[in-house]
């Protein structure tokens, strides 16, 4: 069993829609990123975060973490918005470079 | 510009041959990681150096082989034991270690003939 798992696994919706993207985590975790990947492969981080919420444009991310669980929202969506969206923890007490991925949920924004 | 360069894009292997994967950073970051990503699963870790000259094994290291002579570079083998090559790989950065945010660069495609 994946140690973090994210639903949905597809997702589409119409432009303006507002998304969310969940992510929980069985681990026990110092931080968890957000990341997004493009079409092409290419991957940015968008957040880093162990408590609260954090905010960049229209993206927003919380994390709850009594019960382990994060999400990615996305409001007023748009198709350039399109990607695969994937969330990732290092472990407690793991080995430094051992981040734990999702499998990602693929986002298609439609016109 | 700072960032994370990787070449070649796209790269195509013959059986029974060895390929490096080259990976630079300019962001004068310690740590560096490399990770595959294959259809329909999380990336996974392959090699990860925190500092020069050191690396560790991650959680699918074999047949791969690491190297970390600069800081700047963490180049990563392919060898003609890594039985199914094909896939994306990413390399990454970070200023220490994991808990830290990663940087990431453009990914290099391998394909076998």
């Known amino acids: 069993k994946n140690e973090v798992e994210q639903s949905p696994q597809n997702l589409t919706a119409q432009e303006g829609e507002f998304i969310t993207i969940n992510c929980s985590y069985s681990?026990?975790?110092?931080?968890l990123h957000w990341l997004q990947q493009h079409p092409g492969g290419g991957i940015v981080s968008l957040f880093m975060?162990?408590?609260g919420k954090k905010k960049h444009g229209r993206l927003i991310a919380t994390i709850n973490i009594q019960e382990k669980h994060s999400s990615l929202h996305i409001t007023a969506s748009h198709p350039r918005d399109s990607a695969v969206y994937i969330c990732?923890?290092?472990?407690?007490?793991?080995?430094?470079?051992?981040?734990?991925f999702g499998k990602g949920t693929k986002l298609s924004v439609k016109p | 510009d700072g960032g994370i360069t990787q070449s070649p894009k796209y790269l195509f292997r013959k059986e029974g041959q060895n390929v490096t994967l080259s990976c630079e950073q300019n962001?004068?970051?310690?740590?560096m990681y490399w990770y595959r990503q294959d259809p329909g699963q999380g990336l996974r870790l392959i090699y990860y150096?925190?500092?020069?000259?050191?690396?560790q094994k991650g959680d699918i290291a074999e047949g791969y082989s690491v190297s970390r002579e600069k800081k700047e570079s963490f180049p990563l083998t392919v060898t003609s034991a890594q039985k199914n090559p094909t896939a994306f790989y990413l390399c990454?950065?970070?200023?220490?270690?994991?808990?830290?945010?990663?940087?990431f660069g453009p990914g290099t495609r391998l394909l076998v003939l």
């Open positions: 990454a950065s970070s200023m220490r270690d994991g808990q830290e945010t990663q940087y």
């Open positions: 681990v026990g975790i110092s931080a």
């Open positions: 975060l162990s408590s």
């Open positions: 990732a923890a290092p472990l407690y007490g793991g080995s430094q470079g051992n981040l734990i």
């Open positions: 962001l004068n970051h310690d740590a």
């Open positions: 150096s925190q500092i020069v000259n050191d690396f």
